[in-house]
């Protein structure tokens, strides 16, 4: 072990004075480089050669490659992978070009060094192939790249690397680009947005221990773009750039002392994001088998350019010109066609599913595909080109639509997959019979296996059936994951990202490379059929306001939901900051918003979804904000897995909110409804203006709750007062701020029938409507408490505790008559408003 590492080190001090020192093994002008042959570098890290290409073709084909040795890893080629014959050579002629030459004698290549009075070509120990004139450079191949890029190898604006019809770049802002047939970029990184200087002439290199970085004459020090994840190994490992003819860039790192790559950093984390991957038309999907995606056509309408390599794409067998009759459009559930910002061949609109598929078949103008984004967005992508690169996977829940020669033939379920077909229509007949033959019988077995597995373990089977379930769900549907797979993806639970009322949330990755929030679930009362249930209805429940759920895992005692990360985190960590974290600090420009996104989501939740939901725990912690601080409402749905279904069990230790944010009838037992989900609204709503806890107690507020003495000041006129001391100096739009402050003293009323629906408190915020003052929010709650009786027994009935406020304006009335009845003075002095009598009807 010793010995191993001293040798390292001293090949290591071998490679570091040789450079310096450069013993060079220059090759002089008039030699050939044929088959069989190196150039080696003078510690033979590198060596040039004519290497076979791979996949090996018949008549064998060569390219002139620089290998670096340890790894036979081709790190240049001549001609950007131009090949001869096996006849063929690499020749440094006398005049001073280097030449690679077919054996027929036509010239492949040229280094464009004729007659330039070159006097050697060299390659060296950093795998650079220079060509000298004795004092100076006058080709590297350095300088000119083909896919990959070495240590100390310096790649300027200008230079590009090259796969196939893959392109990487420098702009000349210092972004990082991958582009698709020089005009599609697919994937940017820039510099840290912390950087602000123009640059002058930007130079991207990989330093020795595996970081990508940027200089420039503007910068004072380099800029770290990328790390490759073993960046803390220095010494012992070798590492390359290199973009890959999957049209992806990737570090790869070596042993010195050779062996298989390992890849440390890869740019594009979901390879089917990388546009026309599987070609045109192809279908770019991932097999639960493998991690590396699949490539299929649309339908049958289409068949494979080639067969043998389904990356090449796919096309219509019936052209759209000659298609006898009108076209029609295909429907790929769960797929969308990639866009990417800068592909002048695509619009999108704002259009419902339906219209997005028939605007794009009678559209004027050429629309060859169309996607409805699912994203909550409502918006719709036309593609006017004749090529589409489609991207399917259950966790996509857009529709596409593809335009094709009528009748419409959709592939066959995946059990049959084309391969496996194609092979069956070429066997004999004998051999289907015995196949059909001993299918039955297995699947007789089977079947007899599996009652016998069923008697023995009754939970294992259900989640059996539960995976062929799983093939019937229509488009949107939840992904069901085995609790290993989520096990894998979280690394055994190990980064925690908080943990809620209902259980603690982990970060996991899936195998497509999807970053998600894992919710390990507690306490879940309900059986196997009934969480099913409930999970698909949260997940058909899509709102660009709303935490998408992804997937989920039901087994044994295991029950996990899946969500889609949000980058940010909660609003609590902005709002609720210290000190040393200002930075987090949000201006009111973006709270304004938070504070719209919330209640667009909350109102869609109440009133516009097609099974109502209560959220019942709505709180800083449960609002998420994605990478752009949009609001994204998390958990609803959930107090129904959670709570049992009557409200009159319903005990305080099974409350899982925060106290604060809880409505009085809560506490006192009453009736849940939607404007208890109203009122946790209006305390988030002041603490957003405020960026206070609303039942903070300082000497501030003299002793009081926060929201009652913000109240106070409200009736003083003292707006300024209430709004967060951190944004005085702050351009503030104080006409929002009044509208927010009133808004939250109308949603915090104690008896829920004074509070406003959301959608009413949305027009609030919006101004759409004027808003009349709010009376005192809260009257003396123990004598609220004590009336309740009443209030309970007469109005139970019209309430389910779970769903939204009643539609049926006599039952609002009569709670409302009660209410009044019951409580006590503060409320009743205060008469509901206009506003908020035609809210509940
Ligand atoms: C090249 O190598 C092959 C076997 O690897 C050998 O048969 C052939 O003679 C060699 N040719 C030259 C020119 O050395
Ligand atoms: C190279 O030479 C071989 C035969 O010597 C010939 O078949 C092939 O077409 C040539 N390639 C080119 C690109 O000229
Ligand atoms: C060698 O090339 C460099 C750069 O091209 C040039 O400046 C220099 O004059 C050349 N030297 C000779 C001896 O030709
Ligand atoms: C790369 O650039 C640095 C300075 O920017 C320079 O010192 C170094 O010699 C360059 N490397 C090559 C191989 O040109
Ligand atoms: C690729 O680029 C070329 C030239 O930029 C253009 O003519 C061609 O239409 C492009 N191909 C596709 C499929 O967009
Ligand atoms: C540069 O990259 C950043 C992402 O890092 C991106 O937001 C920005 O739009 C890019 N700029 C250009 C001109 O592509
Ligand atoms: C940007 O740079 C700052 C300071 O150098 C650093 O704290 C921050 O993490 C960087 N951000 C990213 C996204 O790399
Ligand atoms: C960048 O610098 C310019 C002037 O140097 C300044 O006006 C601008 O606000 C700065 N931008 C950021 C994001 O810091
Ligand atoms: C950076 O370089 C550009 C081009 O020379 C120059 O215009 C600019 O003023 C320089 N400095 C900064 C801080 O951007
Ligand atoms: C998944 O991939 C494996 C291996 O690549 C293949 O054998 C299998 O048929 C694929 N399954 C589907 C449904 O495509």
Not at 651 to 675: C, D
Request: net charge negative; hydrophobic share 35%.
């Amino acid at each position: 072990m010793f010995l191993k590492t001293e040798v390292l080190f001293l090949v290591l001090v071998l490679i570091t004075t040789t450079t310096t020192i450069t013993v060079t093994t220059a090759i002089n002008p008039d030699s050939t480089l044929s088959f069989n042959q190196t150039w080696s570098s003078p510690s033979a890290i590198f060596s040039l050669a004519l290497v076979s290409v791979q996949p090996p073709t018949t008549p064998p084909s060569y390219t002139a490659s620089i290998v670096f040795s340890a790894a036979s890893f081709t790190v240049w080629s001549a001609g950007n992978g131009a090949s001869v014959d096996s006849g063929g050579s690499l020749q440094f002629l006398r005049n001073g070009a280097l030449r690679l030459v077919n054996g027929s004698g036509a010239t492949m290549w040229d280094s464009g060094t004729a007659d330039r009075g070159a006097t050697s070509a060299t390659v060296e120990d950093s795998g650079n192939l220079v060509i000298s004139n004795g004092t100076g450079t006058l080709w590297s191949s350095f300088e000119n790249p083909t896919d990959t890029l070495l240590p100390s190898q310096n790649f300027t604006v200008g230079m590009s690397l090259k796969s196939q019809s893959y392109s990487f770049g420098l702009s000349s802002i210092g972004n990082l680009t991958l582009k698709w047939n020089n005009s599609i970029e697919y994937w940017t990184q820039g510099l840290n947005s912390s950087v602000n200087v123009s640059l002058f002439s930007p130079v991207l290199a990989l330093s020795s221990i595996g970081q990508l970085q940027l200089s420039d004459a503007n910068l004072s020090s380099s800029v770290l773009v990328a790390y490759s994840s073993d960046y803390d190994r220095n010494a012992d490992v070798f590492r390359v750039l290199k973009l890959d003819n999957d049209g992806n860039l990737r570090i790869y790192s070596f042993s010195w002392e050779g062996g298989a790559s390992t890849v440390r950093w890869t740019a594009v984390q979901d390879q089917c994001e990388v546009y026309a991957y599987c070609g045109n038309y192809g279908v770019c999907s991932y097999n639960d088998s493998s991690s590396s995606p699949v490539c299929e056509c649309p339908s049958e309408n289409f068949e494979m350019i080639d067969p043998n390599d389904a990356r090449k794409g796919c096309r219509r067998k019936v052209s759209l010109s000659s298609c006898q009759g009108s076209t029609t459009m295909l429907t790929l559930d769960n797929a969308v066609i990639l866009t990417y910002p800068n592909d002048p061949t695509w619009q999108s609109f704002y259009q419902g599913l339906s219209a997005c598929r028939s605007n794009c078949l009678s559209g004027t103008g050429a629309c060859f595909a169309s996607t409805s984004l699912s994203d909550g967005s409502g918006q719709c992508v036309m593609k006017s080109e004749d090529f589409v690169s489609v991207y399917q996977s259950h966790l996509l829940p857009s529709t596409s639509y593809v335009k094709v020669c009528p009748p419409l033939a959709p592939n066959p379920p995946p059990s049959l997959g084309e391969t496996g077909r194609e092979k069956r229509s070429k066997v004999p007949a004998w051999v289907v019979v015995v196949i059909v033959l001993g299918t039955i019988l297995g699947l007789v077995a089977l079947e007899g296996g599996f009652w016998l597995w069923c008697c023995r373990n009754s939970t294992r089977f259900g989640g059996l059936s539960a995976h062929y379930a799983l093939l019937e769900y229509a488009s949107g549907a939840p992904v069901q994951f085995s609790y290993k797979e989520l096990q894998q993806a979280t690394k055994g639970f190990k980064e925690k990202l908080g943990a809620g009322g209902f259980g603690a949330v982990y970060r996991g990755t899936l195998v497509n490379k999807t970053v998600v929030a894992v919710k390990q679930l507690e306490g879940i009362e309900q059986g196997e059929k009934q969480f099913r249930m409930e999970v698909a209805t949260i997940s058909s429940t899509h709102h660009l306001n709303l935490v998408r759920l992804i997937g989920f895992c039901s087994e044994g005692r295991h029950r996990l939901l899946v969500y889609e990360f949000m980058k940010n985190g909660s609003l609590d960590d902005f709002l609720f900051i210290t000190e040393q974290h200002s930075e987090k600090l949000l201006n009111w420009g973006y709270r304004y918003n938070i504070a719209l996104g919330t209640a667009r989501g909350i109102t869609y939740l109440h009133e516009e979804c097609r099974d109502c939901i209560v959220h019942c725990d709505i709180k800083p912690e449960n609002i998420l904000l994605d990478e752009n601080y949009v609001a994204k409402v998390s958990d609803f749905g959930l107090a129904k897995l959670i709570n049992p279904k009557d409200h009159r069990h319903r005990t305080l230790t099974s409350v899982r909110g925060t106290r604060g944010y809880l409505a009085p009838e809560w506490l006192a037992n009453l009736p849940i409804t939607s404007k208890s989900d109203v009122y946790s609204y209006g305390m988030v709503l002041l603490e957003i203006v405020s960026g206070r806890r609303n039942f903070d107690v300082s000497e501030e507020t003299n002793r009081k709750k926060f929201s009652i003495w913000a109240y106070e000041e409200f009736e003083r006129g003292n707006m300024s007062g209430i709004l967060d001391k951190r944004l005085a100096d702050q351009e503030v739009n104080m006409e929002q701020v009044r509208r927010a402050i009133q808004a939250s003293f109308w949603c915090i009323q104690e008896h829920p029938s004074q509070r406003p629906t959301m959608s009413r408190v949305l027009q609030m915020l919006e101004g759409v409507t004027e808003i009349e003052k709010p009376p005192a929010p809260k009257s003396v709650m123990e004598g609220a408490v004590s009336g309740t009786s009443t209030y309970l027994s007469s109005n139970a009935s019209a309430f389910s505790p779970f769903a939204a406020s009643p539609p049926d304006p006599s039952s609002s009335s009569s709670v409302q008559t009660s209410g009044v009845s019951t409580f006590t003075s503060g409320v009743k002095s205060e008469k509901p408003t206009s506003i908020l009598l035609q809210s509940d009807t």
